[in-house]
């Protein structure tokens, strides 16, 4: 007689929210590859760049200078206290290591952050699209998601009066990015400021301000909405070194916030990680405090396949794109191509264009749906350009097989 296990029972929490379709994506394009087919991944939000030599060689002296032990939960004094050197260098905003918890990656610092904040019931506002994490953590945390739609003609940013729409005696957050993952709005200090004023009007709203992608800015200086000091005690600053250093392996993520904040995310990450890699935190020390110059050089060829990219889109019938401000990606909408098939597959969603072309085209983008926005898809331009053009030569050919 064969012997079957029980069925597992899994907890409801499971059930709140979404594998994350960036890394569903991901998956899809290794299993094809895994058989042998050629995927170009347009999918992931990784730098193709390696890691800077002289942050390196910051880590293989800290393995040699026997770094090798448990670190503080919120990180190294001296990383703490070159995060504080930074946001003044870059941003002109003054903070003390008190202020500053450094995590395993950027996502920790959202997830800490999000769950000192919210609890059941509590609003948190994100304006559409967003990065596909935001929803799902608060879901985590037992909070309602209240979404502000933005289109391309309002260049995917809100205004003032959409935020104060939005607001009840329920919200809790306000949750954004700038610049912005997946459609690469970036916020000016005119823009912050109206919102700033909404801010002002209601005391009670934290505002969570994911500044990862902070040099990867195509328009100009970033702007932190921190930067009005009447609601800076409000602000939590979520960044990290992933996107900025190409260091999207090294886990290194930190917030800025006020005290409480900062030590209740401590309280949090205490029972869940503990600090964070003593080796990537001594070269965190390098990367913030030295020659930024690696960085700068990142985001000029980034600038140069943007212009690119937008080149090539432009020569595909049916999909509108604008061109994105900041980040690496394009954010267009495909919905014309809603009720199309090649005389096998029918085309009724983004996540169908999507699949579409991974398994026609190789090449592996994310659906709108997982960043609020069911009209669009992202493709990143974190690749080669040699990829990059042969990934859209791809996708021109499978579109047209669609009538």
């Known amino acids: 007689m064969e012997l079957t296990a029980p069925a597992t029972q899994l907890s409801s929490l499971l059930q709140r929210f979404n594998e994350p379709e960036t890394l569903k994506m991901a998956k899809l394009g290794r299993e094809l590859r895994?058989?042998?087919?050629?995927?170009?991944?347009?999918?992931?939000?990784?730098?193709?760049?390696?890691?800077?030599?002289?942050?390196?060689d910051?880590?293989?002296?800290?393995?040699?200078?026997?770094?090798?032990?448990?670190?503080?939960?919120p990180g190294f004094l001296d990383l703490r206290e070159a995060v504080c050197t930074k946001l003044k260098r870059d941003n002109n905003l003054d903070y003390k290591p008190e202020n500053i918890v450094v995590s395993t990656g950027a996502k920790q610092s959202l997830a800490n952050t999000i769950l000192a904040l919210v609890d059941k019931g509590d609003e948190v506002i994100i304006p559409t699209p967003y990065w596909v994490t935001y929803s799902e953590l608060v879901k985590i945390a037992g909070g309602k998601v209240v979404e502000i739609k933005t289109?391309?003609?309002?260049?995917?940013?809100?205004?003032?009066?959409?935020l104060e729409d939005a607001i009840t005696p329920a919200t809790r957050v306000f949750l954004f990015s700038s610049p912005c993952n997946p459609s690469g709005a970036v916020y000016s200090k005119k823009e912050l400021e109206g919102l700033a004023d909404v801010f002002r009007k209601h005391p009670d709203i934290s505002i969570i301000s994911d500044e990862i992608y902070e040099y990867i800015n195509f328009v100009g200086q970033h702007e932190s909405i921190a930067q009005f000091n009447d609601i800076k005690e409000r602000v939590i600053i979520v960044n990290g070194l992933s996107k900025g250093f190409a260091m999207t392996g090294w886990r290194l993520g930190y917030i800025a916030a006020n005290k409480e904040i900062a030590k209740?995310?401590?309280?949090?990450q205490g029972q869940f990680t503990s600090g964070t890699c003593s080796i990537a935190q001594k070269a965190a020390v390098t990367a913030l405090t030295t020659d930024l110059r690696p960085s700068m050089e990142m985001t000029e060829e980034f600038a140069r396949r943007r212009k690119r990219v937008l080149e090539l889109v432009k020569e595909i019938p049916g999909i509108e794109c604008s061109a994105p401000d900041g980040a690496f990606y394009i954010f267009p909408d495909i919905s014309s191509?809603?009720?199309?098939?090649?005389?096998?597959?029918?085309?009724?969603?983004?996540?169908?264009?999507?699949?579409?072309?991974?398994n026609t085209a190789h090449v592996s983008s994310v659906m709108g749906e997982a960043f609020g926005d069911p009209d669009c898809v992202r493709f990143s331009f974190a690749n080669s350009l040699p990829k990059i053009e042969e990934a859209w030569a791809r996708v021109k050919k499978a579109l047209a097989r669609l009538k």
């Not at 910051?58 to 939960?73: E, G, L, M, Q």
């Not at 289109?151 to 959409?162: C, H, V, Y």
Request: net charge negative; charged share 25%.
């Open 34 to 56: 895994a058989k042998g087919i050629d995927v170009i991944d347009l999918s992931l939000g990784e730098p193709d760049f390696d890691t800077p030599q002289h942050i390196k």
């Open 58 to 73: 910051a880590a293989k002296k800290a393995i040699d200078d026997n770094w090798s032990h448990y670190t503080p939960v």
């Open 151 to 162: 289109s391309a003609k309002d260049g995917f940013k809100i205004s003032p009066e959409q």
């Open 264 to 268: 209740a995310c401590e309280k949090l």
């Open 337 to 358: 191509y809603y009720g199309k098939s090649d005389g096998e597959i029918t085309i009724n969603s983004s996540g169908d264009f999507c699949m579409y072309l991974l």
